[in-house]
T-cell receptor, first 115, second 112 residues
Framework: SAVISQKPSRDICQRGTSLTIQCQVD?????MFWYRQQPGQSLTLIATANQGSEATYESGFVIDKFPISRPNLTFSTLTVSNMSPEDSSIYLC????????????FGSGTRLTVV | SQQGEEDPQALSIQEGENATMNCSYK?????LQWYRQNSGRGLVHLILIRSNEREKHSGRLRVTLDTSKKSSSLLITASRAADTASYFC????????????FGKGITLSVRP
């Protein structure tokens, strides 16, 4: 299965600033997924990132707030823009497996605290 | 919106006992997956069961799927303190590379 390196693992940021989270995969993958996990909650999908096209955002998430880049088949970034304390969450990237038979691999997560 | 609903939301058992967690979902699915998360870290895939399967085993894990009831259960046998974690079910509506919809999660505590 794929291995994902996600950075940073945690950060404390001032409100109004932006943070870019990076995910590097050790193999080429078609689609990458970005999730948010608010404190004590489950995972909510932010967007699906395809290489060479704009990301597809879920209801409640917009590109201006969460711009995503997908420059190649092994890398993606998620930016959390103009942060407020409500953005304090764990952010995770994920990739599926070829054939869909082995579940999905997740990055180790970025724990973001906005003060 | 959440697709899956797990119950119980929290479970505390003694080491060596079995833990059973249930998940219900609302729509037709292609597959259902279970994941474990330790202390707010990344998720680890445990097991995947397809909609045309009824039961699957992997080591101490046994998962069942009842598509007529839109429910699944995860059984962990002979639990260990290291099994203490949050467990999530997630449904995939289509095949490979479909997005997953997660349930709310179950917090399992295994007492030594």
């Amino acid at each position: 299965s794929a291995v994902i390196s996600q950075k940073p693992s945690r950060d404390i940021c001032q409100r109004g600033t932006s943070l870019t989270i990076q995910c590097q995969v050790d193999s080429q993958v078609t689609m990458m997924f970005w999730y948010r996990q608010q404190p004590g909650q489950s995972l909510t999908l932010i967007a699906t990132a395809n290489q060479g096209s704009e990301a597809t955002y879920e209801s409640g998430f917009v590109i201006d707030k969460f711009p995503i880049s997908r420059p190649n088949l092994t890398f993606s970034t998620l930016t959390v823009s103009n942060m407020s304390p409500e953005d304090s969450s764990i952010y995770l990237c994920s990739v599926g497996q070829a054939g869909g038979g082995y579940g999905y691999t997740f990055g180790s997560g970025t724990r973001l605290t906005v003060v | 919106s959440q697709q899956g609903e797990e119950d119980p939301q929290a479970l505390s058992i003694q080491e060596g006992e079995n833990a059973t967690m249930n998940c219900s979902y609302k729509t037709s699915i292609n597959n259902l997956q279970w994941y474990r998360q330790n202390s707010g870290r990344g998720l680890v895939h445990l097991i995947l069961i397809r909609s045309n399967e009824r039961e699957k085993h992997s080591g101490r894990l046994r998962v069942t799927l009842d598509t007529s009831k839109k429910s699944s259960s995860l059984l962990i046998t002979a639990s260990r303190a290291a099994d203490t974690a949050s467990y999530f079910c997630a449904t995939g509506l289509t095949g490979a590379n479909s997005k997953l919809t997660f349930g709310k999660g179950i917090t399992l505590s295994v007492r030594p």
